[in-house]
């Protein structure tokens, strides 16, 4: 079955260090995106990539790093210039060909200890 | 920037009635996109249903409808028949058409089923 693998499923970072989160698709999709989800907030786009070799920031990219090397791929990595990394991260892609919402990974809990 | 605002932070209902959570967006756009997301105690999002502004009919998926108001930018989930397993955050979403269309959300609104 087609879908969005998201890994691991919680993660626990040490201050100071440096993490990546996975994400993969076998959709076939072309746009790809990262939300960050706090309680109360909603979610919050960290970036997103529309094409292979090209992303872009959202409104909280500060801290945050991405690469899209393959258009099944897009790694999110939380460096240690991020404040405050406890959060929810979810991945979702969309097909730019027919109008439809996202699909959602089932997202990675990240704690800083 | 579009914003969406979600006013009821929290909400209960009774086993088998009906709920209504609200949506309100701000967009100078006329042409989008507006969804409303389930997300269970599993995290996962759900994508409940979804309208194109163009339409005027309101969209309808089973127990889940939808009141979409263009002009007062507003766009109501009305849950009926409601079910334990409905319990979830639910968000409002908003899409532009064209251009740098990635999705904005509402805070949620946290959904209790009394049983």
């Known amino acids: 079955d087609g879908g969005i693998t998201q890994s691991p499923k919680y993660l626990f970072r040490k201050e100071g260090q440096n993490v990546t989160l996975s994400c993969e698709q076998n959709?076939?999709?072309?746009?790809m995106y990262w939300y960050r989800q706090d309680p109360g907030q909603g979610l919050r786009l960290i970036y997103y990539s529309q094409i292979v070799n090209d992303f872009q920031k959202g409104d909280i990219a500060e801290g945050y790093s991405v690469s899209r090397e393959k258009k099944e791929s897009f790694p999110l990595t939380v460096t240690s210039a991020q404040k405050n990394p406890t959060a929810f991260y979810l991945c979702?892609?969309?097909?730019?060909?027919?109008?439809?919402?996202?699909?959602f990974g089932s997202g990675t809990r990240l704690t800083v200890v | 920037a579009q914003t969406v605002t979600q006013s009821q932070p929290e909400m209960s209902v009774q086993e088998a009635e009906t709920v209504t959570l609200s949506c309100t967006y701000d967009?100078?756009?006329?042409?989008?996109?507006l969804f409303w997301y389930k997300q269970p105690p599993s995290r996962q999002m759900i994508l409940v249903i979804r309208?194109?502004?163009?339409?005027?009919q309101n969209a309808t998926e089973n127990r889940f409808s939808v009141n979409f108001q263009k002009a007062a930018k507003s766009f109501s989930l009305k849950i009926s028949d409601s079910q334990l397993g409905d319990a979830a955050m639910y968000f409002c979403?908003?899409?532009?058409?064209?251009?740098?269309?990635?999705?904005?959300f509402g805070a949620g609104t946290r959904l209790t089923v009394k049983p």
């Open positions: 979403a908003y899409r532009r058409s064209e251009g740098n269309n990635d999705m904005r």
């Open positions: 309208q194109e502004a163009y339409k005027q």
């Open positions: 959709l076939n999709h072309d746009a």
């Open positions: 967009t100078s756009e006329s042409d989008y996109y």
């Open positions: 979702a892609s969309r097909n730019d060909r027919v109008w439809n919402g996202y699909t």
